[in-house]
């Protein structure tokens, strides 16, 4: 089964820093944009940062400068370096790719997410 498996969530403190990692598995054929989306309670899902096949990057205002995406194409793994941390990043992140594989063609796939706690 192809999917994508999530880690590096926890509770830090405010101006801590976390990694978190999202690996695909399974057989795939190529994998073209990866990103990051966080929910917040009471909040609807918003996108953090995307990295497209070819490494161009993009964030939310609000992460810009403090978190860094970035992905290792033998690994089929993106990251997201999570800097400066502010309780308001509290948050489920979800890892989001989309992928073509041989059996199912082009699928979008979702991370089982990871909680990001930042309370002192």
């Known amino acids: 089964q192809v999917q994508l498996v999530e880690s590096g969530g926890g509770l830090v403190q405010p101006g801590g820093s976390l990694r978190l990692s999202c690996a695909a598995s399974g057989s795939i054929t190529s994998i073209y944009d990866m990103g990051w989306f966080r929910q917040a309670p009471g909040k609807q899902r918003e996108l953090v940062a995307i990295?497209?096949?070819?490494?161009?990057?993009k964030s939310v205002d609000s992460v810009t400068g403090r978190f860094t995406i970035s992905r290792d194409y033998t690994k089929n793994t993106v990251y997201l370096q999570m800097n400066s941390l502010k309780p308001e990043d509290t948050a489920v992140y979800y890892c989001?790719?989309?992928?073509?594989?041989?059996?199912?063609?082009?699928?979008?796939?979702w991370g089982q997410g990871t909680l990001v706690t930042v309370s002192s």
């Open positions: 990295i497209t096949s070819e490494g161009s990057t």
């Open positions: 989001n790719a989309d992928v073509v594989t041989p059996r199912e063609g082009y699928l979008e796939l």
